[in-house]
């Protein structure tokens, strides 16, 4: 484990981003657990504080929280996650078509604007609002399917499957490759081309690329 310089949080977003970039660093194992005490002390601020910030990190999917225990660094089975990823990109790219069909000249604005606010925080952004903004950018695509219902079954999915810092973008450049793929997406709706956003999709899901 990585050795912790001391830090300190003034504000919830602050803590949030502290934790996130911890654990993107290593600092944090998969499997360890977050001990409240000793992040009050790592981090020199209050007891409430640490519970609401890992509240909102859970909340977020970037850590985990089991009743009665407390929250820990989600480490999730190999096999298991390749499954649930393919799973994942079989459902979004039988989506592909239904975005096509029902994306609207608006509707692809707003996805380029949630594109290009992803690829602005790779520089200026915390691991957080990266994720904040992958998330959106993600549930916009899925909503221009017209079925509410894909983007909640997309939500339980990415509930079983490790969500960044801690499992997604563990270098800069797969950050840049995601931002990549994103605007791919973007222009394969403008051009009503089904094959070449289901082409994308799955390589982003899957980090084939």
């Not at 409240?36 to 790592?42: G, P």
């Given at each position: ?17 502290q934790i996130?970039t ?7 194992a ?5 001990k409240?005490?000793?992040?009050q002390?790592r ?11 890992l ?32 799973l ?6 039988a ?11 608006p ?11 992803f ?6 952004g ?10 959106a950018?993600?549930h916009?695509?899925l ?8 983007s ?5 999915l ?7 810092p ?7 450049q ?25 082409d994308?999709?799955?390589?982003h899901?899957?980090q084939?690329?």
């Amino acid at each position: 484990m990585e050795t912790l310089k001391p830090a300190h949080s003034d504000t919830e977003a602050d803590l949030m981003d502290q934790i996130a970039t911890d654990i993107q660093a290593g600092a944090y194992a998969p499997g360890s657990w977050l001990k409240q005490i000793e992040l009050q002390q790592r981090y020199k601020t209050s007891r409430p504080m640490i519970r609401l910030a890992l509240d909102r990190l859970a909340q977020k999917q970037l850590i985990r929280h089991e009743l009665n225990r407390g929250y820990y660094v989600y480490e999730a089975d190999g096999d298991e996650v390749r499954d649930l990823l393919d799973l994942r990109a079989m459902i979004e790219c039988a989506a592909a078509a239904r975005i096509i069909r029902h994306g609207t000249g608006p509707e692809c604005e707003l996805l380029q604007k949630m594109a290009q606010n992803f690829e602005d925080l790779i520089d200026t952004g915390s691991i957080v609002q990266q994720h904040e903004a992958n998330q959106a950018f993600h549930h916009q695509l899925l909503s221009m399917s017209g079925n509410p219902q894909i983007s909640a079954t997309i939500d339980d999915l990415r509930h079983r499957i490790p969500s960044a810092p801690a499992g997604q973008w563990k270098t800069r450049q797969r950050v840049k490759q995601s931002s990549i793929e994103h605007f791919e997406m973007v222009t394969a709706v403008r051009n009503r081309d089904a094959k070449a956003l289901e082409d994308a999709i799955r390589r982003h899901i899957m980090q084939v690329a």
